[in-house]
């Protein structure tokens, strides 16, 4: 062999060698080092698996009154996997069935088939061995008719399923939620840990999101054994489904129902003004929340089985009050003089004003060239911050906050180069829970605002150019020369010195008014119940237990402090004192609202308030507290584009009152109090009542409650007997009431104790189914539309309405020559 065959050979070798140490390398990466992943990839192609989807808990109110439940809808589904073995594939299957469901062949053609990317709905993008509902809530008459002649229609059942039900309608839609398929992206994040699945229901607004992990339980899944032609060859595993625990809240449906009912009568008698309010009721002991009401409001049964996107967009526009949005606790505004409790805490604790002393309650004030008065230029004389609360005078409150202003150097931004400004106002507007998030168990609170110089500044730095724009283009899409002449001229002057903190806006901040300030009915309602409790602010809260389906406490929701206020103990009961004249004194802007109430028995502290918006009707507030003496339930409401707090506001919350403590008519709380113990749940899913229950978070006394401890366990029920197999002939859905309340001035009757859905072994199937920022004006300070601005915006809410022009308010130049008004009515 010569030398040029030893050097082909040699080379043929090291190339064989090569490719077999490659090939060894690369079965040492599948086996060994990959090894696992490989095996896992073989078992799920060996093995599918069907998830049959547990049982979700109910939602009760705090008397175990169901608010959300499964109601029984008879469905019938089409096991692909059985139909695909026909010899046609199960197209007369398919044919017969049509024929039974009243629906074209075709169609039932097109639901049985698997999405892809190129097959769109209507389609199944289930596991292919999953059954595909095709009816739901088809009459006995049908299912018997699938049921009796298996041989007919292999493949297909008809099976008793549990669908989301919401028996009274609209009834605290937005504090509920409801529920919509889990997103692919959900799914690929948070699959495992949740124990998602792709035809998952999950809470994606209101309880039903919070407390999702709660309320869903566990699929149960069942692991088939296939060949290589997709065939089951047999049963891997099964894991029977485990159902959700029941939620117990805080909320009291007749409460409820009173407060919706009394702003819907409101809104009614407004003819067409106002659209929206809400109202919020909190026990002031605890925090728990037990009513909060919005409106306009929604059926979430429109997302069960899938909202249409017509409901969608009608659910979400702004022409219609945008009825996904919760005023209640994801709106804001200017609270009015409801915000003067904060300012007499300011002038008392950090202002050094005495109890006895007098104040001169003039008409008008001067502060530089503006001009703020009283409303109707009323005058009182000297009187003292009690008589100042009881009639609201604003002037007096002016005062102190121009003093406090002067204080903190004026439009030097400061006292000196080493001196910060106190911003006393600002300061304890924030310890009372303004601008920030109140913590409540919801998603997408608002947080409102409260904006100091420091703040000013930073806003105006983000709006210059928007100003210095609009100074130069001005405003050609107002249709009114004048206004937008007064547009141009503001945006001018604030595209210079916009970052002022002036005098005038100092003002009206201290009366709940101007562009400084923006509050939500919940977090008005949480500082008041802190005022009413002797200081302390609690996280308000809707639920407030957790039960499983055998009726066992799993877990309690204890009351959480939040704060407390930096305000003494005397001074408080003052601020207490003079609320409570605000109802009952000569005098008082409330008086007139309960002149027949029965003071003595159960006394109200209350503050009436009305923000101006320009443009719009007056904004009305009412926030209270009672009984006055020992106060328990804290009540706020708010109807914007309406008119003065003490005449739309200030009757709601009586009647709120009223059905409360059962002022001519029967109480919804007996003796004026939530109830003592949880409601029972039977392990057949009937509710026993909450007079036999486990205790509930026991509030501590006094008035300045400490956080609750939780309760023990009570005693679960006895095991009862599984309920017999479903007979065809027994095949009956049930069915429960629902739709919007009565348009009467009483509430609906709560409705008895309602069962749950009947069960069926495992198989109980699920189907897949703003506010802007100050919107208020005075004469300290114009609304300007500038820019592009979307704030409130709560969950379910896509795309919340967003104007073409951000509405801003401009602060009022330091000097002006127009008269500036402080019109605050009671």
């Known amino acids: 062999m010569n030398d040029r065959m030893r050097i082909r050979v040699l080379l043929l070798r090291v190339l064989v060698l090569s490719l077999l140490i490659t090939l060894g390398a690369r079965l040492?990466?599948?086996?060994?080092?990959?090894?696992?992943?490989?095996?896992?990839?073989?078992?799920?192609?060996?093995?599918?698996?069907?998830?049959?989807?547990?049982?979700?808990?109910?939602?009760?109110?705090?008397?175990?009154?169901?608010?959300v439940r499964n109601r029984t809808s008879l469905v019938i589904s089409v096991n692909r996997s059985a139909t695909d073995r026909q010899a046609d594939h199960g197209k007369a299957v398919l044919a017969r069935l049509a024929s039974v469901i009243n629906t074209p062949a075709d169609e039932l053609t097109r639901r049985v088939r698997f999405c892809t990317a190129q097959v769109r709905p209507p389609c199944w993008n289930g596991s292919p061995y999953q059954p595909v509902p095709v009816a739901k809530d088809v009459s006995p008459q049908q299912a018997l008719a699938v049921i009796e002649h298996p041989?007919?229609?292999?493949?297909?059942?008809?099976?008793?399923?549990?669908?989301?039900?919401?028996?009274?309608?609209?009834?605290?839609?937005?504090e509920l939620g409801y529920l919509?398929?889990?997103?692919?992206?959900?799914?690929?994040?948070?699959?495992?840990?949740?124990?998602?699945?792709?035809?998952?229901?999950?809470?994606?607004?209101?309880?039903?999101?919070?407390?999702?992990?709660?309320?869903?339980?566990?699929?149960?899944?069942?692991?088939?054994?296939?060949?290589?032609?997709?065939?089951?060859a047999g049963t891997a595993?099964?894991?029977?489904p485990r159902s959700g625990d029941h939620l117990v809240l805080n909320l009291d449906l007749g409460v409820q129902q009173a407060a919706e009912q009394a702003l819907q009568d409101t809104i009614n008698k407004l003819g067409g003004g106002a659209r929206t309010a809400s109202a919020v009721v909190l026990d002031v002991r605890t925090g728990g929340v037990v009513a909060m009401a919005s409106l306009p409001s929604y059926d979430p049964s429109v997302f069960v089985g899938g909202v249409s996107e017509k409901d969608y967009k009608a659910l979400s526009d702004p022409a219609n009050g945008i009825p996904l949005l919760s005023r209640a606790y994801q709106g804001s505004g200017a609270a009015g003089s409801t915000f003067k409790v904060v300012s007499t805490a300011v002038a008392m604790q950090n202002l050094g004003a005495k109890p006895d002393q007098h104040f001169d309650c003039s008409p008008t004030l001067q502060i530089g060239d503006q001009i703020f008065h009283n409303?109707?230029?009323?005058?009182?004389?000297?009187?003292?911050?009690?008589?100042?609360?009881?009639?609201?005078?604003?002037?007096?409150?002016?005062?102190?906050?121009?003093?406090?202003?002067?204080?903190?150097?004026?439009l030097r931004n400061g006292r000196g180069p080493y001196a910060p400004p106190n911003e006393y106002f600002a300061r304890m507007a924030e310890a009372m829970g303004f601008g920030k998030a109140t913590g409540v168990d919801l998603p997408g609170e608002a947080k409102g605002s409260v904006v100091d110089r420091a703040d000013a500044k930073a806003i105006w730095e983000e709006l210059k150019d928007s100003y210095c724009r609009r100074a130069k283009n001005g405003y050609p899409e107002e249709p009114d020369p004048a206004k937008a002449e007064r547009y141009r001229k503001y945006a001018a002057e604030a595209c210079v010195d916009g970052y002022l903190y002036n005098a005038?806006?100092?003002?009206?901040?201290?009366?709940?008014?101007?562009?400084?300030?923006?509050?939500?009915?919940?977090?008005?309602?949480?500082?008041?119940?802190?005022?009413?409790?002797?200081?302390?602010?609690?996280?308000?809260?809707?639920?407030?237990?957790?039960?499983?389906?055998?009726?066992?406490?799993?877990r309690t929701f204890a009351p959480t402090k939040a704060g407390t206020l930096p305000v003494s103990p005397e001074i408080l009961a003052y601020i207490r004192s003079g609320l409570r004249g605000v109802a009952s004194e000569p005098g008082g802007t409330a008086t007139g609202v309960f002149a027949d109430w029965p003071t003595d028995q159960i006394p109200i502290a209350a503050k009436t308030g009305t923000a101006e918006v320009e443009g719009k009707g007056d904004t009305s507030w009412f926030a209270s507290f009672a009984p006055a003496d020992d106060p328990r339930f804290a009540v706020v409401v708010t109807i914007p584009d309406s008119g003065q707090g003490a005449q739309y506001a200030g009757p709601v919350a009586k009647r709120i009152y009223q059905a409360i403590y059962g002022v001519g008519q029967p109480a919804a709380m007996a003796g004026g109090k939530p109830p003592a113990t949880l409601p029972r749940i039977n392990r057949d899913g009937t509710?026993?009542?909450?007079?036999?229950?486990?205790?509930?978070?026991?509030?501590?006394?006094?008035?300045?409650?400490?956080?609750?401890?939780?309760?023990?366990?009570?005693?679960?029920?006895?095991?009862?007997?599984?309920?017999?197999?479903?007979?065809?002939?027994?095949?009956?859905?049930?069915?429960?009431?629902?739709?919007l309340l009565p348009a009467t001035a009483e509430p609906a009757p709560a409705p008895g104790p309602a069962a749950g859905p009947p069960r069926r072994g495992p198989l109980v199937v699920l189907p897949a189914g703003s506010t802007t920022p100050s919107d208020s004006a005075r004469d300290g300070s114009t609304t300007v539309p500038l820019g592009r601005y979307?704030?409130?915006?709560?969950?379910g809410v896509a795309a919340t309405a967003r104007p073409a022009e951000r509405t801003t308010t401009l602060p009022a130049p330091a000097a002006s020559s127009a008269a500036a008004s402080s019109r605050a009515p009671p």
């Open 28 to 67: 040492w990466v599948l086996q060994i080092l990959d090894g696992d992943h490989y095996r896992q990839v073989a078992e799920s192609n060996r093995v599918r698996e069907v998830v049959t989807p547990a049982t979700r808990g109910m939602i009760l109110d705090d008397h175990g009154q169901p608010l």
């Open 151 to 174: 041989d007919r229609f292999p493949g297909v059942s008809a099976d008793l399923q549990a669908v989301r039900e919401y028996p009274h309608g609209s009834l605290a839609a937005h």
């Open 180 to 232: 919509a398929p889990v997103s692919q992206d959900q799914l690929n994040k948070q699959g495992d840990e949740k124990g998602y699945h792709l035809n998952s229901l999950i809470g994606v607004a209101g309880l039903e999101s919070t407390y999702d992990d709660e309320l869903r339980g566990a699929d149960g899944v069942e692991r088939l054994e296939v060949d290589r032609f997709g065939r089951v």
């Open 237 to 240: 595993s099964t894991t029977a």
């Open 375 to 410: 409303f109707d230029g009323e005058s009182a004389g000297p009187i003292t911050l009690h008589q100042a609360l009881v009639i609201s005078c604003d002037v007096i409150f002016d005062q102190f906050a121009y003093d406090s202003w002067l204080a903190d150097g004026g």
């Open 504 to 554: 005038g806006a100092a003002a009206q901040f201290a009366i709940g008014q101007g562009q400084y300030l923006s509050v939500s009915p919940l977090q008005l309602a949480t500082a008041y119940a802190a005022i009413a409790n002797g200081g302390t602010l609690w996280k308000p809260t809707l639920a407030k237990a957790a039960i499983s389906p055998d009726g066992k406490v799993v």
């Open 687 to 739: 509710i026993a009542g909450a007079t036999t229950g486990d205790p509930a978070p026991a509030p501590a006394t006094g008035a300045t409650p400490a956080a609750g401890t939780p309760p023990a366990a009570g005693t679960p029920p006895a095991a009862g007997t599984p309920p017999a197999a479903i007979s065809p002939t027994a095949l009956s859905p049930t069915t429960a009431g629902g739709g």
């Open 790 to 795: 979307t704030a409130g915006s709560g969950p």
